[in-house]
Structure formats: structure tokens, C-alpha cells
């Protein structure tokens, strides 16, 4: 097949398009490189400098690579960023997928594999979420991902567009290659090992008071290998529409036992500052994965805490400086 992969320049897009061009796709990325890195997108995928926000640009690229499917990870991804500025989050996310969306109507490209979250929900009623629990996300970044996934559910009626929309939780670990160096850095993990790294001071637990058994938040990790399997699978059943899945372990994880698995695996002791709750951070947040499972076949097989936490750190032992480097110095993440 042919694939338009967005946002392949970043964490997760990344290592799609290496597992896409391994598998013998014919890939080509459109990235703005405004928090991606080009020296993470595999040899042999084409690269676009574009910005969804561009309609005509958009057009152009989706004319010129003419995909037999998109695959849409391209977003700004930050929550506070998103509560300070809305106008960011509602143009590149809704907006900039409304023009992929349009450019695909008009090219006749009708199968779109969608990247969600679970901010869709909101503060969950109920746990393990399923994906017909109600949608009430409580910022900016939620919001714009639900709007989307409303066109996506009108352009499918109206259209045939075919979609799945894939409710991520927590996505963590790395790739021998590829790994998760956003800037600036707010997921737990990574930043546990930038904290064993001596390159931050040390690490936040915000709530230690939840009712959960070490009284920290609960969350749902997959290993980004298995969500980049299910984003595959779905690829294969676009025949028809998926509509929302989610994907997770229902195993949550407490961010104790991110740093014990953190302490173990570095084998350094981390310094940890314990603060207050964050408003809007439920106690837990884990998936009913029941129709990632019944949809697409699909059952994590990496998605153990120690596996994901060794990936991470070895990725970032293999390159201390994250992907800043310029490509001759980082030989490992491209020229396969
Ligand atoms: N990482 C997670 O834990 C997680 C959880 C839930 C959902 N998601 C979703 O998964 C997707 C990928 O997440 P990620 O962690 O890989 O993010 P990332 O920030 O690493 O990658 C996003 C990519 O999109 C590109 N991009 C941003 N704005 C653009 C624009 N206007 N035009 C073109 N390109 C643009 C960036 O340059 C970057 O390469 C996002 O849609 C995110 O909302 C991620």
C-alpha cells in the first residue's frame, strides 16, 4: 500500500513509518518539523515539509502522494500548552485535520486512520473507560481531538469515508532506534530518565493522597511498538469503518511504581519531590481495550512496565543528547 503518514517525524509517527517501510509500504510523511526531528524518519519514506495549517500545501502533498491511506498523527499534544493557548490546539488539530480531510475528500483517498486520547473522556464516571462512556474532555487539547472525531463520524455518513479513530492512554517506551525526545518533556517516564540522567534536578509526584493502593495516580501504558501494531492492523480492516478504539492494557500503573521500575532498571535512586494534586488528574485513568481485541486482533505483547522502561532507557543511553545532534552524529536512527 501507499501511505500518507503525518506527524511521521515525531515520536509515535516515527516509528510507524519504520515499521510501515519494513513491512514493504510505500511511505511518505508530511511534518512541519515543529516538534519532530527529521533524522528520525526511516530511510526510504519521502519527506513533505508541510503545516496542516496550510490548506493548499496540504492539498498539493495529498494530490501529489496520492494515498491509498492516511495514517494522522500530526498534532500539538500538550494540555496546559492547550489551556493557555486554545487558538494553537483548535487550528492545527481540528482545523489542520479538517483540511487533510478535505484534501482527501477531493483526491478520493477514503481511509484515515485517526490519532485520539483519552483526554476525550474527560474525568471518567467509571473505570476500566469504554469507548460508548461518555465524551466530556475537560481542556482545549480533548476538544479539539473530539471535534475531529466528529467530522470524522458526519464524513463518514455523508462520504464513505472509512476511519478508526484510536483512543490512546499513555504511550511509552522505545524502538533500538527510535525513541521519545519531546521538547518540552512532560511524559512520566522519559522524564524519570532525564531525572536518572542528572539532566533534571528531580522528579514531581503530584498526589500522593489518591485513593489507589500507594496513593499515586494510575495509568494505562502501551509500549509504542504494540500501538504502532494496532495502528497496522486497523490499516488492514478500513474496508469499513472502526469508528473509536481504544487502546490500552486495563493493568494500570501507579507513578510509584514508575519510579521503583526507574530506580531498577538505572539502578541510580532517584530524587523525588512530592506536590500537590493537579486539578483535572483523575486518580485513574485505564482502558476497556475489549474491542481493540474483538476489531483488530489485537493483544499488547510489549507493554510490560520493565520492558517499556529498559527500551526507553537504553534508547536514551544510546543517545544522551536526544535526536539534537545533527544526523552524522545519530547513524543509528537513520540509513537502514
Ligand atoms: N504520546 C502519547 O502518549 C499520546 C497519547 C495520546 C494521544 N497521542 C496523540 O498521538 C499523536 C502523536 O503523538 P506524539 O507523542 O508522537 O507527538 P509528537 O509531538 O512527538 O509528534 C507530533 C508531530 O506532528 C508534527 N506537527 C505538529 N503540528 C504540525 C502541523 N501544524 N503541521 C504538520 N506537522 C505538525 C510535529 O512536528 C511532530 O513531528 C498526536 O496526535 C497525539 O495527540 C499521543
Do not use: C
Not at 42 to 71: I, Q, S, T
Request: aromatic share 8%.
Amino acid at each position: 500500500m501507499r501511505i500518507l503518514v503525518t506527524g511521521g517525524a515525531g515520536y509515535i509517527g516515527s516509528v510507524a513509518v519504520d515499521r510501515l517501510v519494513a513491512r514493504g509500504d510505500e511511505v511518505a510523511v508530511l511534518d512541519s518539523l515543529w516538534r519532530g526531528h527529521r533524522s528520525a524518519i526511516a530511510k526510504g519514506a519521502e519527506f513533505y515539509a508541510a503545516d496542516l495549517r496550510d490548506a493548499a500545501r496540504v492539498e498539493a502533498v495529498v494530490r501529489d502522494v496520492n494515498p491509498d491511506a492516511v495514517l494522522h498523527f500530526a498534532a500539538a499534544t500538550l494540555v496546559p500548552e492547550s489551556v493557555r493557548e486554545p487558538s494553537l490546539y483548535f487550528s492545527i488539530n481540528t482545523s489542520g485535520s479538517l483540511n487533510l480531510l478535505m484534501a482527501m475528500l477531493e483526491a478520493g483517498v477514503e481511509r484515515i486512520v485517526f490519532s485520539s486520547t483519552a483526554a476525550v473522556y474527560g474525568v471518567p464516571q467509571s473505570m476500566p473507560v469504554r469507548e460508548d462512556d461518555p465524551t466530556q474532555p475537560i481542556n482545549p487539547y480533548g476538544q479539539s481531538k473530539r471535534m475531529v472525531e466528529q467530522i470524522l463520524e458526519a464524513f463518514s455518513l455523508a462520504y464513505g469515508l472509512r476511519y478508526a479513530a484510536l483512543r490512546y492512554f499513555n504511550v511509552a517506551g522505545a524502538t533500538e532506534y527510535l525513541g521519545e525526545d519531546h521538547d518540552p518533556e512532560t511524559h512520566v517516564i522519559p522524564v524519570a530518565i532525564q531525572v536518572a540522567m542528572g539532566l533534571r534536578d528531580a522528579f514531581g509526584i503530584y498526589g500522593t493522597d489518591y485513593p489507589t493502593p500507594d496513593g499515586t495516580a494510575i495509568r494505562d501504558y502501551v509500549h509504542v511498538l504494540d500501538l504502532v501494531d494496532a495502528h497496522l492492523r486497523a490499516l488492514d480492516r478500513l474496508d469499513e469503518t472502526l469508528g473509536a478504539i481504544n487502546l490500552g492494557t486495563r493493568d494500570g500503573v501507579s507513578v510509584r511504581q514508575i519510579v521503583d521500575a526507574v530506580e531498577q532498571v538505572t539502578e541510580r535512586e532517584l530524587p523525588v519531590r512530592l506536590e500537590a494534586r493537579r486539578e483535572g488528574d483523575p486518580p485513574s485513568l485505564v482502558a476497556d481495550s475489549t474491542k481493540a481485541s474483538d476489531v483488530l486482533g489485537w493483544t499488547p505483547t510489549h507493554s510490560n512496565l520493565p520492558e517499556m522502561v529498559s527500551s526507553a532507557w537504553d534508547w536514551w543511553q544510546r543517545h544522551p543528547a536526544g535526536y539534537s545532534r545533527s544526523r552524522a552524529e545519530v547513524p543509528s536512527a537513520v540509513g537502514r
